[in-house]
């Protein structure tokens, strides 16, 4: 199996920045899509930023232009970089990887870190 762990998020006042990153561990075979997910209470849990094997990437249309999603490397292959936060930013942020692996090689499938919380107040 692969397993997630998100780290990065805190405490932050209003304008400033974070930095997301994505460790992935276990029997990954092929990465097809990374990105993050966020979920505010008592919203669902939605698309923030993705980024394609071939390196296109797509955000919300909330995030345009503050937030930059990018691949790092094997251990820790997907970051996010949040600047200009608003309060409205504040919820859990989930990394997704869609992936083969030695235990499901085909289909691709969803696997998900455990949340890093982002908190923007001042």
């Known amino acids: 199996q692969v397993n997630l762990v998100e780290s990065g998020g805190g405490l932050v006042q209003p304008g400033g920045s974070l930095r997301l990153s994505c460790a992935a561990s276990?029997?990954?075979?092929?990465?097809?899509?990374m990105g993050w997910f966020r979920q505010a209470p008592g919203k669902e849990r939605e698309l923030v930023a993705e980024i394609t094997r071939d390196g296109g990437t797509r955000y919300a249309d909330s995030v345009k232009g503050r937030f930059t999603i990018s691949r790092d490397n094997a251990k820790a292959p997907v970051l996010l970089q949040m600047s200009s936060l608003k309060p409205e930013d504040t919820a859990v942020y989930y990394c997704?990887?869609?992936?083969?692996?030695?235990?499901?090689?085909?289909?691709?499938?969803?696997?998900w870190g455990q949340g890093t919380q982002v908190t923007v107040s001042s």
């Open positions: 276990g029997s990954i075979l092929t990465i097809y899509n």
């Open positions: 997704n990887l869609r992936a083969t692996s030695r235990q499901t090689t085909w289909p691709p499938i969803d696997y």
